[in-house]
């Protein structure tokens, strides 16, 4: 019977397994190492699985499940004490300056909405600028309505407050495994029937005496947060060209552009290479940008599995690993953390786990 579980890990895959953990009257212990780097904390929060992964049903399925899982989970923090997790349905605009930039997108949107009505209606839009007004006036667009934003580091806090008043505790250190599977907290163990390693990037590092894990490791994305004073852009859609940047807009006048994709090993740094990369092509986009306060950088470390899937599995009896879901960290993350505190306890998940398998070939 597994009654304690060890959390390798504390951004939004770890705080959500920790807090399905929790409910369910398991004593959780989360392990967090604060590092930079973490990719929770850098990501800029874009909900809209449907628009990517074609041909790639593994990841679109997991992709599409996370999206759904947003508005289940909101009710459970909010019953929990905690109402607001900062999820909003403001809908995406995919931009192109040319319409036959839209066609193939469009089919894809069009023949997978009968199986995923949360996507919302799909619109053509002659002028995004009058909802996106930075953006560069000769652009079209398509109108994706269920689209959302989310901030990872306030959905991240929402589930381990509630995940601390379930009775989890949260200790600062270095998890690892040895070659049996115990757990220990900076060379000494920890008492733990089971143990989730949710430490995105270091998930190779946490497991690596157990042996065989495909490989994951870091792929760096930085990204920029800008202010337009007196501007309310809570509202605006993201904005998702088919090349190139995106854009979003959180409360507070704050705009995010984003981000870079770059192979830099475990190196987090805001580089100025990266930030003119960014701004240079974020500005061309939308050039109501141009006057924009820079008021945050960041850069996350996003983990990415050597062939390209996320890990959500058992890698060895009482170790399930949930990692390597790359950008979209912030889509699936809540669901991977729900998907392996079932697995971790017995429970049969509510998604085929075989392709994510962390011991695959």
Not at 95 to 105: I, Q, S
Request: contains cysteine.
């Amino acid at each position: 019977m597994t009654d304690r579980v060890v959390v390798a890990g504390s951004g939004i895959v770890g705080a959500s397994a920790a807090y399905h953990l929790s409910i369910r009257g398991v004593a959780v212990t989360v392990i967090d190492r604060p590092t930079a780097g973490q990719a929770t904390a850098a990501g800029a929060g874009i909900v809209c699985p449907w628009v990517d992964h074609d041909g790639d049903d593994a990841w679109y399925r997991l992709a599409l499940e996370g999206a759904r899982y947003y508005r289940r989970l909101a009710e459970l923090l909010a019953e929990d004490g905690e109402p607001d997790i900062s999820h909003a349905e403001v809908g995406a605009l995919l931009v192109a300056e040319d319409p036959a930039e839209l066609v193939h997108v469009e089919a894809l949107l069009r023949g997978r909405r009968s199986s995923a009505p949360e996507m919302g209606a799909i619109s053509e839009v002659d002028r995004p600028c009058e909802l996106f007004p930075p953006l560069s006036p000769g652009l079209v667009a398509l109108r994706v309505g269920g689209a959302a934003r989310v901030d990872g580091r306030t959905v991240r806090d929402a589930l381990l407050r509630a995940a601390v008043r379930h009775g989890a505790r949260v200790l600062t250190g270095t998890a690892s495994l040895t070659g049996s599977g115990a757990c220990l907290l900076d060379g000494s163990p920890v008492e733990a029937d089971a143990v989730v390693v949710a430490a995105g990037a270091w998930a190779g590092e946490v497991c690596g005496p157990l042996g065989h894990m495909t490989p994951v490791g870091p792929r760096r994305g930085q990204i920029v947060h800008a202010e337009l004073p007196g501007v309310e852009s809570a509202g605006w859609p993201i904005i998702l060209p088919r090349l190139g940047p995106y854009l979003l807009g959180f409360p507070g006048s704050r705009v995010v552009l984003g981000a870079t994709v770059e192979e830099a090993g475990f190196d987090s740094r805001v580089t100025a290479g990266g930030l003119a990369e960014v701004l240079a092509a974020g500005v061309r986009l939308a050039p109501g940008l141009a006057d924009a306060s820079i008021v945050e950088t960041r850069a996350g470390l996003r983990p990415v599995a050597a062939d390209g899937l996320p890990l959500l599995g058992p890698l060895t009896e009482g170790v399930v690993v949930a990692t390597g879901l790359g950008a979209y960290g912030l889509t699936a993350g809540p669901y991977a953390g729900f998907v392996a505190a079932c697995l971790v306890i017995g429970e049969t998940p509510p998604l085929d786990v075989t392709p994510y398998s962390p011991a695959r070939g």
